[in-house]
């Protein structure tokens, strides 16, 4: 059944906006590789089965082939002592054809996170989790945007949304998504220059903070908790959230749900990211970019 959503409600439709990113690229390769060049070449390391990061590393390798660029799966076994894997990473650091390393988190529990994070080299770290890389961000130097606030930003470029001088509320604070994206949207840039409130946990009087939000951001990994009283009508809806809810009525067992009632929400909204089909997708167009920015840093100065 067709549904009725605000009359002039846009979908912030990832495909769409990614495909146009991934087409600059591989532009961009076509001409690297007609000038005698090497393509760009992303690694990325998997530790264990983990269902979610599956399917999020294939994704990563299928469309690094579609641009282009060349990559390395390499896949460690999830009982690893954490020296192996800080072994795999200085080999790719050395490694002077490997331009980007990414590690997909969660890590198990054997493992600590930040001292792999903090092991691969700066200019490599095509994730910007590394505290340097981090660091520039915040003092808005040129860095590695991580992947997912970077598509945020891609995706606000993409469909010309104003931010400027609009009140950003973000939920989660994660150094993956909320701090990241939180820093970007209160910046001085492009699709920037919001008044940002970043709400979490310990946030008190959550629903009031999100009825003054222009622009919403859900990054807290809660399925479907932004409901629509908790939206202003004709808000900008950014949904950040990717939650394998069990469905034995799906073929594979499980529904992909985001952190917004979308069909409560999209109603009163002026645009909104659908989940499957919004953020993640331009995620995977972030890392691209930050895997062809890599690259071209190291020749720069050559
Ligand atoms: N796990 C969830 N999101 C990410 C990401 O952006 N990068 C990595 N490496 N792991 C993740």
Known sequence: MQKAYFCHMILLDGKIAAL?????????????????????????????NNGASETYVASKVKNC????????????????????????????NDNEFTDGILVQ?????????????????????????????????????PTFIPATPYGIMLML??????????????????NIVGRPISILLSSNIPNGNCTVTVCHSHTKNLKEIC???DIIVAALGKPEFLKADMVKEGAVIID???????????????????????????????????VPGGVGLMTIAGLLKNTLQAYSNKYQNR
Request: charged share 30%; aromatic share 4%.
């Open 20 to 48: 146009s990113v991934k087409n600059e690229l591989k532009e961009q390769v076509a001409k690297l590789r007609a000038d005698g060049k090497r393509a760009p070449h992303l690694a990325v390391i998997i530790v264990g």
């Open 65 to 92: 082939e579609e641009i282009g660029f060349g990559s390395t799966l390499i896949r460690l076994d999830e009982t690893i002592d954490e020296t192996v894997l800080l072994d795999q990473i200085k080999q790719l």
């Open 105 to 141: 988190l969660p890590l198990p529990k054997q493992i600590k996170e930040q001292k792999i994070i903090q092991a691969i080299d700066p200019n490599k770290d095509v994730d910007g989790f590394h505290p340097v890389n981090a660091g520039k961000l915040v003092q808005g130097l």
């Open 157 to 174: 470029q993409y469909f010309n949304i104003e931010t400027k001088g609009k009140h950003a509320v973000v939920i989660g604070r994660s």
């Open 211 to 213: 009825l003054q939000g």
């Open 240 to 274: 950040v959230g990717i939650t394998r809810v069990e469905d034995a009525t799906a073929k594979k067992g499980f529904r992909i749900k985001g952190d917004v009632a979308f069909d409560e929400v999209a109603p009163k909204s002026a645009a909104i990211t659908p």
